[in-house]
């Protein structure tokens, strides 16, 4: 697919110029991609409603605890594949809308179809590998656990976008995104775990401001700690339903943007092809040659 490098994110990126890209990127699109993430968002906290966690609290015998997680494992899977397939929506639709301006989301989302079952297919294999390679790493030491994390999401960055731009299939993906994420191993993984720092601080920040109107709720919680109805109710109202929806649309087009500058930048590495962002076009180069030059003589005029 030759369109794609004709995309704003494509080019071979350092620390800097990823962060810049990633803010200038989501700041020209915010309108279009907060809306979309909102209806994303809107979808997936009302599912959530579902899953009544409040009943459990109430609990005490680990057996029942149990059948009862045991009912609310089909609502669980049945969120997470459709949390799966807006994820391949925005993925969709980051890729293909800069360079083919007759993209829009309603074709996003019939495009993205499919996509969607072999990343599921993929998804199901990577959790499962990863889970192993999180237990394994606990066995080492706990800083273990969080390389293999950190490891794992740093290749999950490179499967849909490697799936979508080079239409590849389930083996030829799983392959591609191992070799561009270890072909600059240690930038990626560093990058990575920057990225994944700072999304939690901005969301933690972002969290923190919703809930300050419901800061009685947590008040009357802490004072009487047996009483935690109000908190449990919580996501079952509408204000906060609304709020929160809207602080995941914030921060939800960051992976996908973030993902397709992990790829483009491997991509670009890997031809060797060196792009300029408008910024570093305005800057003026300075060569070996000024380095060396003579400095300029100045008129000197005696007075007499």
């Not at 969301?203 to 919703?210: A, C, K, M, W, Y």
Request: aromatic share 14%.
């Amino acid at each position: 697919m030759d369109q794609i490098k004709g995309h704003p994110l494509y080019r071979k990126h350092n620390m800097d110029s990823a962060m810049n890209a990633l803010w200038e990127f989501y700041r020209t699109r915010f309108v279009a991609l907060f809306i979309i993430s909102l209806v994303m968002s809107c979808i997936t906290q009302y599912a959530t409603m579902f899953i009544d966690l409040k009943s459990i609290q109430s609990m005490t015998d680990p057996a029942l605890i149990v059948e009862k997680l045991k009912s609310y494992l089909v609502p669980i899977v049945i969120l997470m594949v459709v949390s799966l397939f807006l994820s391949t929506i925005l993925h969709y639709y980051i890729l293909h809308k800069p360079v083919n301006s007759s993209e829009n989301i309603f074709k996003a989302i019939y495009k993205s179809l499919r996509y969607f079952i072999p990343y599921l297919i993929i998804m199901v294999i990577f959790a499962f590998v990863a889970s192993i390679g999180i237990v394994l790493g606990v066995f080492v030491v706990i800083i273990g656990a969080f390389f293999a994390l950190n490891y794992f999401i740093m290749i999950s960055f490179f499967l849909l976008p490697i799936m979508m731009a080079e239409e590849a299939n389930i083996g030829t993906t799983i392959a591609r995104s191992v070799k561009l994420a270890h072909k600059n191993f240690w930038p990626n993984m560093g990058w990575t775990a920057v990225f994944i720092i700072l999304y939690f601080v901005i969301s933690l920040v972002l969290s923190g401001i919703v809930l300050l109107p419901f800061a009685g709720s947590f008040i009357k919680t802490f004072a009487n700690p047996q009483d935690t109805s109000s908190i449990m109710n919580l996501p079952k109202d509408p204000i906060f339903l609304l709020l929160s929806s809207a602080v995941n649309a914030l921060t939800l087009p960051l992976f996908p943007i973030f993902a397709y500058i992990m790829y483009f930048n491997g991509r670009a590495s890997e031809e060797n092809v060196v792009i300029l962002s408008e910024s570093e076009k305005k800057e003026p180069k300075v060569t070996v040659e000024d380095l060396y030059a003579k400095p300029r003589e100045e008129n000197n005029f005696d007075s007499k």
